[in-house]
């Protein structure tokens, strides 16, 4: 089975009410547990907000360090799902599903030498 990455992408801003994060919450934890039964589910996670982010860059010998993200904008990544798909339609089947949820875009790219 080819791998594929879907990213979710999340506005910058406050963080929804927990009534609502509970309800997003317990819906992706079914969504995981369905990926694990179909044989689907091969890593996910949610990432902390931007601000904790390290940028690490090797130059001229030295290894820099900069706080913050990579790049500044009005989204970011803010978690991501790797699934196992037999392509690309079924990878997207399951994006939408996740995108359904949490109400944010998925974008979703295959691994190099997978797809």
Known sequence: MKQYLLSVYQPDGPVP?????TEISGQLDAL???????????????LHAPDSATVVRAK??????????????????????????PDLDAALGWAGRLAA???????????RGEA
Request: glycine content about 14%.
């Open 17 to 21: 009410d927990a009534e609502v994060l």
């Open 32 to 46: 995981n547990a369905e990926l694990k039964a179909a044989g689907a589910w091969v890593f996910s996670g949610g």
């Open 60 to 85: 001229e010998g030295d290894v820099l360090m900069t706080d913050g993200p990579f790049a500044e904008g009005k989204e970011h990544l803010g978690g991501f799902t790797i699934v196992a798909a």
């Open 101 to 111: 949820i949490t109400t944010l875009p998925v974008e979703v790219r295959p691994f």
